[in-house]
């Protein structure tokens, strides 16, 4: 008896070592609903809060992308790191606007320093804190710059289906009808 109890709990175990990291890393798939807070530089500042904001996550390994309506037109991707003493329930990520690079008409930068969910599976309870910077050169000529506190949490835990970074050549027709990046202040 005490052999069958001893070959049971190593097969246990076992099993639990051949796991996938990403079945015992953090989940973040899935909707928000939150508030950035920003701080605008166009020549004046301005300081403008977006309540009821939503974000939509989906999570692929390491790898996450999101996207807000109020920032029109961007897929943001994300770099998480679980936490070495709670990985299912909380990590860290840098994220950056797909297509950012330094000739870009929109970019931005962040940093979520608090991801955490519910170690109860069943739960949609989670937050999302971050910072971002960015700066925009609108289609107008006009420039403007500033940084965001994003505070969300979680509504839903469907996955929202993000394939990716979208090809980033951009297209004169949404240059012209939809420009990509934040509300002018």
Same mark, same amino acid.
């Given at each position: 008896?005490?052999?069958?109890?001893?070959?049971?709990?190593?097969?246990?175990?076992?099993?639990?070592?051949?796991?996938?990291?990403?079945?015992?890393?953090?989940?973040?798939?899935?909707?928000?609903?939150?508030?950035?807070?920003?701080?605008?530089? &166009?020549?004046?500042?301005?300081?403008?809060?977006?309540?009821? @904001?939503?974000?939509?996550?989906?999570? $692929?390994?390491?790898?996450?992308?999101?996207?807000?309506?109020?920032?029109?037109? *961007? *897929?943001?991707? +994300?770099? *998480?790191? @679980?936490?070495?003493? &709670? !990985?299912?329930? $909380? /990590?860290?990520? *840098? %994220?950056?606007?797909?297509?950012?690079?330094?000739?870009? #008409?929109?970019?931005?930068?962040?940093? +979520?320093?608090?991801? #955490?969910?519910?170690?109860? !599976?069943?739960?949609?309870?989670?937050? %999302? #804190?971050?910072?971002? &910077? %960015?700066?925009?050169? @609108? !289609? @107008?000529?006009?420039?403007?710059?500033?940084?965001?506190?994003?505070?969300?949490?979680?509504?839903?835990? /469907?996955?929202?289906?993000?394939?990716?970074?979208?090809?980033?050549?951009?297209?004169? /027709?949404?240059?012209?009808? =939809?420009?990509?990046?934040?509300? =002018? !202040?």
């Amino acid at each position: 008896m005490r052999i069958r109890l001893i070959t049971l709990a190593m097969l246990h175990v076992a099993l639990i070592l051949m796991l996938p990291l990403s079945a015992i890393a953090i989940d973040l798939t899935g909707t928000w609903v939150g508030t950035q807070v920003c701080q605008y530089f &166009s020549g004046t500042a301005a300081n403008p809060r977006f309540p009821d @904001d939503v974000l939509t996550i989906s999570q $692929k390994g390491a790898d996450l992308f999101f996207v807000t309506p109020l920032v029109n037109g *961007v *897929v943001f991707r +994300a770099q *998480v790191i @679980d936490d070495a003493r &709670s !990985p299912s329930t $909380k /990590a860290q990520a *840098v %994220f950056i606007a797909c297509g950012t690079t330094d000739t870009s #008409e929109y970019q931005e930068l962040g940093r +979520a320093k608090k991801l #955490e969910t519910s170690s109860n !599976p069943s739960t949609v309870t989670a937050s %999302f #804190e971050a910072t971002s &910077s %960015f700066f925009q050169n @609108d !289609p @107008d000529g006009s420039q403007f710059l500033g940084t965001c506190q994003w505070t969300y949490r979680r509504s839903s835990t /469907a996955d929202p289906r993000i394939s990716g970074c979208p090809d980033t050549a951009p297209s004169a /027709a949404s240059l012209t009808l =939809h420009p990509v990046g934040r509300p =002018h !202040p």
